[in-house]
């Protein structure tokens, strides 16, 4: 029977340290919360498939109901390397999510390649690449895809007020994940003198207007599957915190959504599992204005409110693309509104097609 082994970082067992930091300590509960809901989602659907064993790494102490029909391995305290390499060699697939700062999901998924795993998700050096915001838009700037122009800025320094292009601009931490640590910086006065939480490497980016949206692409050798674009819900306050989001996208910017995923993801070296696209989709009809912002090697959040949107079992269709044979995911006519902490809400239905 095949084994499918789970792991996400916190519910695993791994820590991040907070410092006694309340900002700190309230994204530690953000990230939290997040990884939770993911993790119940997808062990939820590898569970209802016939002939597949979905084990789930589970930290003492952690608080997760653990989802039906799967095996629960449970870590001990500092163990949640160990028993994720050990579990990894024996299974058939691993899944990990993680953040991509500190690289953490880098790291975790190094340690499953040195055991002689197999990732059901990108390489260790897809998932380098992806986690620096900065090495991401130069590739894809280098590979003809539109993506957000900015420059890359030194820990503890004022930002540019010659900024090339212009101010209002975005920083976010080089190695950022889950909305954490940006900022909307309004003007070359503001640059000047902010430093305050600028103390990772990051990078400044001009600020895009427009929807704000995500599409996830399912990946393997034989196909590239985007899922439904979603819209999403962001914070007002400057700091872009993530919300949730809604699904469907109208028809329009759908399109345009999934073709500028596919985009980024084509550029991507063998890029397998589950890879989720940020982007902006400007004004102009025909997407002279649409941006890819960031590429996620990992699943997202989206993916709890995803479940609800299709037909298929998501994870059955990932597992499917990875394994080389196609992969296809179909909307099932519902509209969906979903929280970061899982929570999905159905909406009104929707007409299918354009």
């Known amino acids: 029977m095949p084994r499918i082994v789970l792991h996400e970082f916190l519910a695993s067992g791994g820590q ?39 084990v789930v790494l589970v930290a003492s102490g952690c608080d997760i109901p653990p989802p039906p029909g799967c095996r629960i391995v449970p870590v001990q305290a500092g163990g949640d390397c160990e028993t994720l390499a050990a579990e990894s060699a024996k299974a058939d697939w691993t899944v990990v999510i993680a953040p991509e700062f500190e690289g953490l999901l880098e790291a975790r998924c190094e340690l499953v390649e040195r055991a002689g795993g197999r990732l059901l998700g990108p390489s260790s050096g897809l998932v380098a690449l992806a986690a620096d915001k900065q090495r991401t838009a130069e590739h894809l700037a280098a590979a003809g895809v539109p993506v957000a122009e ?72 034989a196909s590239r599957w985007p899922l439904p674009p979603c819209s999403q819900r962001l914070s007002g306050d400057g700091r872009f915190h993530y919300l949730g989001g809604t699904c469907p996208l109208e028809s329009n910017l759908a399109d345009r959504a999934a073709a500028l995923a596919l985009r980024a993801v084509d550029s991507l070296s063998e890029p397998l599992g ?60 519902r509209s969906v509104e979903f929280d970061a902490d899982g929570t999905v809400r159905e909406r009104a239905a929707v007409a299918r097609g354009g």
């Open 16 to 54: 991040l340290d907070a410092c006694g930091n309340a900002d700190a300590e309230s994204q530690t509960a953000s990230l939290r919360r997040e990884g939770a809901a993911m993790l119940w989602s997808i062990a939820s659907d590898f569970a209802a498939l016939d002939g597949i064993e979905a």
């Open 150 to 221: 900015g420059v890359a800025t030194r820990p503890k320094n004022p930002l540019p007020a010659d900024f090339p292009f212009g101010y209002p601009a975005v920083f976010k931490p080089r190695d950022g994940a889950g909305s954490q640590d940006i900022w909307l910086i309004p003007d070359r006065a503001v640059a000047q003198h902010i430093r305050g939480q600028l103390d990772r490497p990051g990078r400044l980016e001009r600020f895009y207007p427009g929807v704000a949206a995500s599409v996830a692409v399912l990946c393997g050798p």
């Open 274 to 333: 589950y890879i989720g696209v940020d982007l902006v989709l400007g004004e102009n009809s025909a997407g002279r204005d649409d941006v890819v912002i960031e590429i996620n090697p990992r699943l997202t959040t989206s993916y709890v409110g995803l479940r609800r949107a299709v037909t298929q079992n998501i994870a059955a269709a990932m597992l499917a693309a990875a394994e080389g044979r196609v992969a296809t995911v179909s909307a099932n006519g």
